[in-house]
């Protein structure tokens, strides 16, 4: 079988006549899987085999009424329920909501290159009102499956004595920090994988949950005058580096924008590089709680996981419908 194209992160952009970091054309010009290419039948199957040996399921979903109190600011999800009576005794149900208001993958129609104003494989907002390029239909058509790697930074960071942390603050997840929380789990580089699908846990949906009245109080107040700010990895060169040369298929967290926001490391501002870039789907509001504390139990930060975003022609972003198997 043929090796997946790859050029080394020093090698970028592909194509040199486009934004910064691009790896546009690297799996031809028609490419619109991106790093998902790297998902072959084999990689999945190899996954599979070695990483499902209990039988034990993880919902990594959080509730889609999730981000409830206080509320950002994309629409809050909706059920119309439709009785049939007196016709039949049934039910139907109609839903509207943000496919990005709780947990989700951003697709490459999502995010762009600003000054650019261009996407993955330099296609552009006039062409996405004509067509369906860079949908989720395509992303859909065999999922996102393989093997996980969690590193749970949250809990390293408690373990170290570290209770301070405020998830609502732009506080910034360094290459360094996360490197050490891997290694505490006893993760080194050579243990990632081409293929891996990457999971950082940064206590977001953790304080989320169990935040006090008052707290959600002022920043509902908050949020009504600004973009909220959240925890993140802070984007660097290193970090990029370490996506890119390890081949990851997709990488996701359980805040609100998986990057610290506000960004203030433009050159290296992770939408882009990821989405706009190499066309690596970011997942975020993943609920890791559960995932986390099976992983401690269990002794072991690999799994499978298995996603079925919404197959939706032209669609942005969706909820993963992401299921973790040890």
């Known amino acids: 079988m ?32 991106g790093t998902l290419n790297y998902l072959t039948d084999d990689v999945v199957k190899n996954s599979a085999k070695k990483e499902i040996r209990t039988g034990k399921r993880v919902s990594l979903n959080w509730s889609m009424m999730g981000p409830s109190n206080p509320r950002f600011a994309r629409m809050f999800t909706e059920v119309k329920l439709i009785n049939k009576a007196p016709l039949k005794i049934a039910h139907d149900e109609e839903l ?36 369906d390029v860079n949908g989720l239909q395509t992303m ?18 408690e373990e170290e004595g570290h209770k301070d942390i405020d998830a609502f603050s732009a506080y910034g997840i360094t290459f360094d920090s996360l490197m050490l929380a891997a290694k505490a789990q006893g993760l080194s580089l050579s243990d990632f994988r081409e293929g891996d699908i990457l999971f950082v846990r940064s206590g977001y949906i953790h304080q989320y949950d169990s935040m006090s009245p008052k707290r959600r109080r002022e920043l509902h107040e908050v949020y009504q005058k600004e973009k909220p700010k959240n ?47 190499w066309g690596m789907p970011i997942g975020e509001l993943f609920d ?16 499978f996981i298995s996603s079925e975003p919404l197959n939706v ?14």
């Not at 790859?6 to 031809?28: E, I």
């Not at 859909?140 to 960071?157: S, T």
């Not at 504390?293 to 072991?300: S, V």
């Open 313 to 326: 022609a032209g669609g942005v972003a969706s909820p993963p419908n992401a299921l973790a198997f040890f």
């Open 231 to 277: 925890i993140g990895l802070e984007p660097s060169k290193e970090l990029l580096e370490f996506f890119w040369n390890n081949r990851f298929a997709a990488v996701a967290g359980d805040t609100r924008l998986f990057e610290k926001w506000p960004c203030t490391e433009a050159q290296w501002h992770l939408h882009e590089w990821l989405l706009a870039g």
């Open 140 to 157: 859909a058509r065999k999922g996102i499956a393989g093997r996980g790697v969690l590193i749970d930074w949250y809990r390293w960071m």
């Open 288 to 303: 890791l709680e559960h995932l986390s504390t099976t992983c401690q139990e269990l002794g072991r930060y690999t799994f």
């Open 96 to 131: 509207y909501f943000n496919t990005q208001i709780s947990s989700q993958w951003d697709g490459t129609r999502h995010y762009g290159y600003q000054e650019e104003k261009v996407y993955f494989m330099g296609h552009t907002a006039e062409e996405f009102e004509k067509s």
């Open 2 to 33: 043929a090796a997946t194209p790859f050029v080394d992160f020093s090698g970028l952009p592909v194509n040199k006549n486009g934004p910064h970091g691009n790896a546009w054309g690297l799996w031809g010009v028609d490419d619109q899987l």
